[in-house]
């Protein structure tokens, strides 16, 4: 399965690669912003970095768009799979409608409310994960996921 890894830096981007048992195991693009971290952890990855920063910036949304749609044509990736942030919407939506399978993980810290990127996104995912059952019951499409769930992932995605 090729996969394409989208999230902003910092915590989206721990979340993402808290899943390394699910990722590791097939072939992968990640898409992330360029800090001295991500480049570190992603070194011997294939990478294509976004443009940051994206809240509140419609140049830069603008311009991961672009990036997104080259990025979607040349990987053609099966799942595209992201905890985000705002680097995800426009990954989400333009795979979505090239036919790609979506997944969004949302962060941990959302116990209530989901966060803007996944309330903006959510039409166009397969699958939305959750970490808290108070979430999944105001979005019932949602998966609840644990932390032992993160090896297992794609088996909700089909």
């Not at 830069?60 to 799942?79: E, G, H, I, M």
């Not at 903006?120 to 609840?144: C, K, N």
């Amino acid at each position: 399965m090729q996969l394409l890894l989208v999230c902003s830096s910092g915590g989206h981007f721990k979340g993402l690669f808290q899943l390394e048992p699910f990722w590791r195991r097939h072939q992968r693009t990640w898409v992330s912003f360029d800090t001295a971290t991500t480049r570190q952890a992603l070194d011997g990855e294939q990478v294509s970095w976004a443009y940051s920063p994206t809240n509140r910036n419609l140049p830069n949304l603008l311009r991961n768009a672009l990036l997104a749609w080259t990025v979607l044509r040349q990987q053609r990736p099966d799942l595209i799979l992201s905890t985000g942030a705002g680097v995800a919407v426009p990954f989400l939506i333009l795979g979505k409608l090239l036919g790609h399978q979506t997944v969004f993980v949302e962060s941990i810290t959302r116990i209530e409310t989901l966060s803007l990127s996944a309330r903006l996104v959510l039409p166009f995912l397969d699958v939305l994960y959750v970490h808290w059952p108070q979430l999944q019951a105001r979005y019932p499409r949602a998966v609840l996921i644990t932390p032992a769930d993160a090896a297992s992932i794609e088996g909700a995605s089909a």
